[in-house]
């Protein structure tokens, strides 16, 4: 693969950060008071994606029994929850590997992004203090169609000033690796096989990411 790489365009949940478990915590508050079985395997498959889908998820056949503004309130209350937890956020909730890779992606002179499904980017951003570090974040806000669909790594790479082949995605969540692949950009899975076995690259976690030896091998 010969690449002229411009930009790594980063997920936040679980690349750079590990909010997962306050997620849990928030919709298992929520599953519990409305007398749904909601686990933590169950969980798994909320990662990356949109607030209202992961609702949808958890409510399953359940969902009849809710009008629209009751699906709303559910949302909010749960988004109340989660921003609880969120305020204790510091530095210390980067995840292992990750200050490193960001300083490493400034020293090769790349252009860094966040493409995030979560309406609560800036505020995690600011929680771990690296909002300055990005040229362009892009949030739950940014565009109509969550991830699988491209929408979010096109809009960033637009922002960029970059084109999508010379994008880098680094991207933990199965619906993060497809929309990466739909916007031929090169997608690098961090995490196991079974998640994100399907992009062009893969590693087991964030602290795995030798991004020298990576980019040296794409040209
Ligand atoms: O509810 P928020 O903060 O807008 O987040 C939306 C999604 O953001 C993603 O980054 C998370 O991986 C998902 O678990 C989450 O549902
Ligand atoms: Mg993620």
């Known amino acids: 693969m010969n690449k002229d790489i411009k930009a790594i365009i980063l997920d936040l949940d679980g690349v750079v950060t590990e909010t ?22 169950d969980n798994e498959q909320l990662r990356g994606v949109s607030r209202s889908k992961s609702l949808e998820l958890l409510l399953g056949d359940y969902i009849d029994n809710y009008t629209k503004e009751e699906f709303q309130e559910m949302m909010d209350r ?27 992606i400034k020293e ?22 690296i909002t300055q570090e990005f040229n362009t974040i892009s ?10 669909a491209p929408d979010i790594f096109l809009h960033t790479a637009k922002k960029l000033g970059v084109k999508p082949e010379e994008c ?30 399907h992009g062009d690259y893969r590693f087991d976690s964030t602290a795995d990411i030798n991004l020298t030896e990576f980019l040296d091998n794409l040209k």
């Open 108 to 129: 090769r002179g790349l252009k860094m992004a966040i493409a995030s499904a979560s309406r609560n980017a800036k505020t995690v951003l600011k929680g771990l203090d």
């Open 168 to 197: 880098v995605v680094l991207e933990d969540a199965e619906s993060g690796v497809d929309a990466a692949l739909a916007a031929d950009m090169v997608a690098v899975g961090v995490g196991p096989k079974e998640r994100v076995g």
């Open 78 to 104: 749960k988004n109340g929850y989660y921003q609880e937890y969120l305020t204790e956020m510091g530095e210390e909730d980067l995840l292992p590997g990750a200050r490193e890779l960001l300083d490493e």
């Open 20 to 41: 997962s478990e306050y997620h849990f915590q928030g919709w298992k508050r929520l599953a519990e008071e409305e007398g749904i079985s909601f686990t933590r395997e």
């Open 139 to 148: 949030d739950g806000y940014s565009v109509e169609n969550a991830k699988p």
